[in-house]
């Protein structure tokens, strides 16, 4: 074969797995690249939905929206309610995800499978059917009270209570997403060599030790996994508040997503890109950190 038309044989091996990305790369590009941009310069600018239709009467504001927005009571109490509802939920997601892993893993948990299946349904059910059957469920005369009455507790009003309105979105949040870091748990640990863990046992180390000191090691890229995935879902919570409190009461729930979604409603678009920036720019600092303090260690 002569040197030109092998070369016109490469290219054309070269060029071939982009003709297959092509699609993807077009519907990535229209669809998510350019509102990306688009947004990033409309933070900078006083658009609302009036200019839709009159694009050369907007201005250039600046930092402008991302100033006011640092010094807004509402969106500070979105950043404190968002951090509030990560802090504390993603280790305690963990915490029960890697639990439930550890005890299917360890054969106390019998039929693994259909134990498996069953706490990984609620990730594949709609977040919207999930969140109006918790509605019911903290309603004031919902089945939690009843539970809790038949031991004499007085349940709160957990979803017009400001003290306990987050906790109940923690708590269902919780419930839904330990199905998947059980399973993403439970691969890890069966990528532990059961060598490893019986040479412990021999040298005289404890359940809790070999646990502190082979299992979670072991485990650090399934926990940096499992941390970075939590962070990004999170961070982005809104349709918990959205279908189950309204961002109520008194703002206790009201997430940055939500008060994303309602500057948009109120045509105020440059607020909105901006806040959605401050998200954006939250999401890639948390990740930055777990990468940096949990990524595996050489």
């Known amino acids: 074969m002569s040197s030109p038309a092998l070369r016109t044989a490469k290219q054309r091996k070269a060029l071939l797995p982009w003709l297959f990305a092509m699609p993807?790369?077009?519907?990535?590009?229209?669809?998510?690249?350019?509102?990306?941009?688009?947004?990033?310069?409309?933070?900078?600018?006083?658009?609302?939905?009036?200019?839709i239709q009159t694009p050369l009467n907007v201005n250039f504001v600046g930092l402008e929206h991302y100033v006011l927005l640092l010094q807004d009571p509402q969106f500070l109490q979105s950043m404190l309610n968002t951090g509030y509802f990560v802090l504390i939920g993603i280790p305690l997601t963990i915490v029960v995800g890697l639990?439930?892993?550890?005890?299917?893993?360890?054969?106390?948990?019998?039929?693994?499978?259909?134990?498996?299946?069953?706490?990984?349904?609620?990730?594949?059910?709609?977040?919207?059917?999930?969140?109006?059957?918790?509605?019911?469920?903290?309603?004031p005369d919902g089945l939690l009270n009843v539970i809790l009455g038949w031991v004499g507790i007085d349940g709160p009003n957990w979803l017009n209570d400001p003290a306990w309105a987050m906790p109940s979105l923690i708590l269902m949040a919780v419930w839904r997403n330990m199905g998947t870091l059980m399973v993403i748990f439970l691969a890890g640990l069966q990528?532990?060599?059961?060598?490893?863990?019986?040479?412990?046992?021999?040298?005289?180390?404890?359940?809790?030790?070999?646990?502190?000191?082979?299992?979670?090691?072991?485990?650090?890229?399934?926990?940096?996994?499992?941390?970075?995935?939590?962070s990004v879902?999170?961070?982005?919570?809104?349709?918990?508040?959205?279908?189950?409190?309204?961002?109520?009461?008194?703002?206790s729930t009201l997430s940055i997503s939500y008060f994303t979604y309602n500057q948009f409603g109120f045509g105020q678009y440059g607020t909105a890109s901006a806040a959605s920036y401050i998200l954006f720019i939250a999401i890639a600092l948390l990740s930055l950190l777990q990468f940096k303090f949990l990524r595996p260690k050489d």
Request: charge should be neutral; charged fraction near 15%.
């Open 99 to 139: 639990s439930l892993a550890l005890a299917l893993n360890s054969g106390i948990i019998k039929f693994r499978s259909a134990f498996r299946v069953g706490f990984y349904t609620p990730i594949v059910t709609s977040i919207v059917a999930i969140a109006v059957v918790w509605r019911f469920i903290l309603q």
């Open 233 to 251: 879902g999170f961070l982005q919570f809104f349709e918990e508040p959205f279908v189950m409190t309204q961002g109520g009461p008194l703002d």
């Open 24 to 51: 993807f790369v077009l519907l990535f590009g229209i669809f998510m690249m350019v509102p990306l941009i688009s947004s990033f310069f409309m933070s900078f600018t006083d658009f609302t939905a009036q200019d």
């Open 191 to 230: 990528t532990i060599p059961q060598e490893v863990m019986e040479a412990a046992e021999v040298d005289g180390a404890g359940a809790w030790k070999r646990f502190r000191t082979i299992t979670l090691p072991m485990l650090r890229p399934t926990i940096l996994l499992a941390a970075v995935m939590l």
